[in-house]
């Protein structure tokens, strides 16, 4: 609690180090802003230099290019399907892991962050083995006219895969430094489980729960190692933004690889604005918490 | 406590949820990578490993994934330093860029680094002039690994940065330390345990690293060659075994790694706390 407040209202314009020796400082500062500048300026500076190298009219083709509408689509759906079940597990699992003691409740914990540390090449390997033609279930699934791997349900596996602990990480701790006692209280009072959820615990968790989703909704969209091993790179039909991003660049048409890949950029930087503007709504509320 | 707290509703529905997704998702996927490496039995599994291709796959993500890591240890905690503790302009833009990386699919980091460090490249060309090929080479992957790691350091350091005790600090400055030794006496050691999690952190994704490592690392077997796209070279041969065992090898050295490194932690925050 006390780190939270301190973070939240450090006096920003006041520098304590401005005193210090000044080549220090700016020799330190010339240095990080290179490191910045070098390592995410420029990349994303160059992304949009070679999208339009061939001008306006080759960008445009490329981004409305058939396949690339079909792709644009397939990570559409990709993330309409896996955003919304990930963020009910993330508000069904930290409202368990926040809010009741039991046993095994740290070892769940831990599952949940299991995703993030396993390589998302393993991530889509895993349901090969499952589902794959040499997979445990494999040939059911493809006798009964519904494919897995090399088609959608596969995709959605993998991404729901890597991007499962995006809502539930945000959302545990928020849950655990807020405490129950307000849901309690709304229980004694005779409200219902459902009247409780939309008018406590909602409106106390939607800042979290927003930034989780947009952390989940950017990784699902831009998953490509996990989607690129289950999907079979079937044009205009398996590919994701992606994985047509990967395509175009192999086939040497790097205009168009960058052209399609500025929509993905665009979305990372959405993604940061959206992160930045929740951040500091949340300090702001904190702020006005604390006296 | 939790008597109080078992007047909460749905603590078996999401309970149960929560058990169903991961069981599904992840426990049952990954006891499949146990149980199909397992059919091979440990000669098979030790065939498959003791390959010299596969050795030297994991020698140049072992290294590559270090090297960045180490590079990105020095770099973040400039760049946090800078952030928490110097005027700046822009500093809120600044801020937020530095989760760019997180935010940005690999696929895209992978296709604009490898042009950026291209022999013809806006930064390729000028290490050529001093005879340094980047891309296509161990080098190339460890600015793609730097590039990926960045935030998980910068991020560890930057909320302990800010919440350092500045009186200490003016306390060993007024007792007539220099800068470095205050520096070093004063300011680092609480900084251990955050640079650790961000340098394990960092490393650990670099081993399992895949789409900005690809295109930028040549995929040459045996020099440029990571343990990710060997194992789905595996999979396009349908050597499945041999994708499996790979798979869960490189597991367990995650594991084992992080494993080494919470306890190391540990050990730092228990003697760092008795001094």
């Not at chain 1, 993330?79 to 926040?98: D, E, H, K, Q, R």
């Not at chain 1, 040499?134 to 993998?158: N, R, Y």
């Not at chain 2, 470095?180 to 300011?187: A, D, E, G, I, K």
Request: aromatic share 10%; charged share 10%.
């Amino acid at each position: 609690m006390n780190t939270t407040i301190s973070i939240a209202s450090r006096p920003a314009p006041r520098h304590p180090d401005a005193g210090s020796v000044p080549w220090v400082r700016y020799g330190l500062s010339a240095l990080a802003l290179a490191i910045l500048g070098l390592f995410l300026i420029l990349p994303l500076v160059a992304v949009l230099a070679e999208a339009f190298r061939e001008g306006w009219q080759a960008y445009l083709d490329a981004i409305t290019d058939r396949y690339t509408r079909h792709a644009m689509l397939l990570t559409l759906i990709t993330a309409l399907i896996c955003v919304p079940l990930n963020t009910l597990f993330g508000i069904a699992a930290a409202w368990c892991i926040a809010r009741f003691q039991f046993p095994g409740r740290s070892l769940l914990t831990t599952l949940i962050d299991l995703p993030f540390s396993v390589s998302p090449v393993i991530a889509g390997l895993v349901f090969i083995l499952i589902f794959g033609s040499q997979g445990w279930f494999g040939g059911w699934f493809t006798t009964h006219g519904f494919p897995v791997i090399f088609a959608l349900p596969g995709i959605v596996l993998a991404t729901l895969f890597v991007t499962l602990p995006f809502v539930a990480r945000e959302l545990i701790p928020l849950m655990q430094a807020q405490g129950a006692e307000q849901e309690e209280a709304s229980i004694m009072l005779g409200a219902s489980a459902w009247r409780m959820f939309w008018t406590i615990t909602l409106p106390r968790i939607k800042w979290g729960l927003l930034y989780g989703v947009i952390l989940c909704n950017a990784r699902a969209m831009g998953e490509f190692g996990a989607v690129s091993v289950v999907s079979g790179h079937i044009r205009g039909a398996t590919n994701t933004l992606p994985l047509h991003v990967e395509i175009l660049y192999n086939e040497y048409q790097f205009s168009a690889a960058f052209a399609v890949a500025t929509l993905l950029a665009g979305l990372a930087i959405v993604t940061l604005v959206l992160k930045s503007i929740i951040e500091w709504r949340q300090q702001r509320q904190w702020e006005n918490a604390s006296p | 406590m939790s008597q109080r707290q078992s007047m909460l509703p749905g603590f078996g529905l999401s309970l149960g949820v929560t058990v169903l997704a991961i069981s599904l998702l992840v426990m049952i996927p990954l006891l499949a990578l146990v149980t199909r490496s397992a059919e091979l039995g440990l000669g098979g599994i030790w065939q498959t490993l003791a390959d010299r291709r596969v050795m030297a796959a994991f020698r140049v993500s072992f290294s590559t994934a270090f090297a960045a890591a180490l590079l990105n240890l020095f770099m973040g905690l400039v760049v946090a330093w800078v952030l928490v503790r110097y005027p700046l302009p822009c500093k809120r833009l600044w801020d937020s860029l530095i989760d760019l990386p997180f935010a940005l699919p690999t696929a895209v980091a992978g296709i604009v680094l490898t042009t950026l460090y291209a022999p013809n490249g806006w930064l390729g060309r000028w290490f050529a002039e001093f005879g340094l090929q980047v891309a296509f080479t161990p080098l190339g992957i460890t600015i793609a690994l730097i590039f990926i790691g960045l935030p998980f350091v910068v991020r560890t350091v930057e909320p302990i940065l800010q919440d350092l005790d500045r009186q200490q600090e003016e306390a060993s400055t007024s007792l007539g330390a220099s800068r470095w030794q205050t520096f070093r006496r004063v300011l680092l050691p609480p900084l251990v345990p955050a640079l650790l999690t961000g340098f394990s952190l960092a490393f650990a994704r670099g081993l399992g690293e895949y789409g900005s490592v690809i295109f930028i690392a040549g995929n040459m077997p045996m020099k440029s060659e990571i343990v990710p796209l060997l194992i789905v070279t595996k999979l396009e041969q349908y050597n499945y075994p041999g994708a499996t065992v790979i798979a869960l090898a490189s597991l367990v050295v995650a594991f084992v790694m992080l494993l080494v490194v919470n306890g190391l932690q540990q050990w730092t925050r228990k003697r760092t706390g008795r001094e």
